[in-house]
Every structure is written in structure tokens, then in C-alpha cells.
């Protein structure tokens, strides 16, 4: 069976600047999704960044990017310029090809402070 | 956000009561899940559906059962409600495709007394 683990339970950050949340799983396939996961306090959880595991480039989606190391099996996320709109869960989630469902990590709370 | 709505957002209930908590999509999404977020945060996929009378049941043993007899709709039932049933549920969507982006509700917030 597959796991995620994000080994960070929860993160500061000062707007305007870099954070990165880790994320690792295991698994024997070779064809699978990585999505991240971002849920606000009290809001609906919505998708931040997916990343196929045959695509080589990182994926990016305006200020946040990820770091895809397939053979270490990781996948790290990067909120650029940190907002105060960023404060929320992150939930980290993996996909394989051919699965049926969503396998999500424990989950990293990310405070942006004024 | 996504055109996935849950009904109702907050319950409180006694012991023994039947509950029914509501999830509809207006995407057309052939594929829906329910997951239990427990106070943790970590999220545990407990029912899922490919579509009109398909339900299966998920990784988490869960005591409540599904129907969907109509594609927009995916309702989850509790017979008699327990304090061990108090927890978040958050209801999505996708489209066929097994690996298609999900779109979350605002969840459902259940407390038994």
C-alpha cells in the first residue's frame, strides 16, 4: 500500500518570504500523480499543483513550485512571496495511475505572520 | 471553487438519531468520494462511487453507507449515530479518468452528544 508523510507537522513563515513543506511516499509503481492540497480554515480544501510522475519538469503555478525527486521518492512544495491568504493546511496526495483513490499525507499547518 | 456543495455544514446530534449528510455536484463528475478528516487533520477515503449505482467502500471501516442513484448526488447515511462518529466529512468530485483532479465540498462538521 501506498504512504505519504510530511514530517513537518507545522511552519511559520513571514509574508513576503520562501517556505518549503516536504512530502515523501512510497510506492512500487512507476506511473502515479502528486498533487498538494491546500484547505483554509473553514473553506473548502482546493488544488494548489499536480505533477504527472513521467514529467520530468517541475511543475508551477505562480508563486508556489514543486521539487519532484522521483528516484528519492519526493515531493517538496515552495510558496514563493508568502501571502497572509497562504495560512492553511497542506495536504500532500498521491494518486497512482491505474488506483482508484487518493492516498494524503498527515498534513503540514503553514502560518504566514504579518 | 468548485460547484460541489455539502448540506449541512454544521450538525449536532443526540445519540441513536439517523442522519443523512448531503453532497451534489453540478459538474457533471462521474466519479465521488467521501473521506472522514479526523481532529488531526489526516483525511481517510471512507466511500466512493464511478458513478450512477456504483458504490464501493473505502480504505477506512465506516459504519455509514452511500447511495447514488442520481450522478450529481452522493448522500451518506448513519443509521444510529455515535459519539465515535464526531468528526469532519468532506464529500468530492472528479471526473472519469482515475487520476483526475478532485474538487472538495466545505465539509460537514458532525458532532454526537
Known amino acids: 500500500a501506498q504512504t505519504v508523510t510530511q514530517s513537518q507537522p507545522e511552519m511559520s513563515v513571514q509574508e513576503a518570504e520562501t517556505v518549503t513543506l516536504s512530502c515523501t511516499y512510497d510506492?512500487?509503481?512507476?506511473?502515479?500523480?502528486l498533487f498538494w492540497y491546500k484547505q483554509p480554515p473553514s473553506r473548502q480544501m482546493i488544488l494548489v499543483i499536480r505533477?504527472?510522475?513521467?514529467?520530468?519538469q517541475n511543475a508551477t503555478e505562480n508563486r508556489f513550485s514543486v521539487n519532484f525527486q522521483k528516484a528519492a521518492k519526493s515531493f517538496s512544495l515552495k510558496i514563493s512571496d508568502s501571502q497572509l491568504g497562504d495560512t492553511a493546511m497542506y495536504f500532500c496526495?498521491?494518486?497512482?495511475?491505474?488506483?482508484?483513490?487518493?492516498?494524503f499525507g498527515g498534513g503540514t499547518r503553514v502560518l504566514v505572520k504579518p | 471553487e468548485a460547484d460541489i456543495y455539502q448540506t449541512p455544514r454544521y450538525l449536532v446530534i443526540g445519540t441513536g438519531k439517523k442522519i443523512t449528510l448531503e453532497c451534489s455536484q453540478t459538474?457533471?463528475?462521474?466519479?465521488m468520494y467521501w473521506y472522514q478528516q479526523d481532529p488531526g487533520m489526516e483525511l481517510h477515503l471512507i466511500h466512493y462511487?464511478?458513478?450512477?449505482?456504483?458504490?464501493e467502500k473505502g480504505d477506512l471501516s465506516s459504519e455509514s453507507t452511500v447511495s447514488r442513484i442520481r450522478t450529481e448526488h452522493f448522500p451518506l447515511t448513519l443509521e444510529s449515530a455515535r459519539p465515535s462518529h464526531t468528526s469532519q466529512y468532506l464529500c468530492?468530485?472528479?471526473?472519469?479518468?482515475?487520476?483526475?483532479?478532485?474538487?472538495f465540498g466545505p465539509g460537514t462538521r458532525l458532532t454526537v452528544l
Open positions: 468530492a468530485s472528479s471526473e472519469y479518468r482515475s487520476t483526475d483532479t478532485q474538487y
Open positions: 496526495a498521491f494518486h497512482e495511475a491505474a488506483g482508484n483513490k487518493l492516498t
Open positions: 459538474m457533471g463528475h462521474d466519479k
Open positions: 510506492t512500487s509503481e512507476n506511473n502515479y500523480y
Open positions: 505533477q504527472e510522475a513521467y514529467k520530468q
Open positions: 462511487s464511478y458513478g450512477v449505482n456504483s458504490t
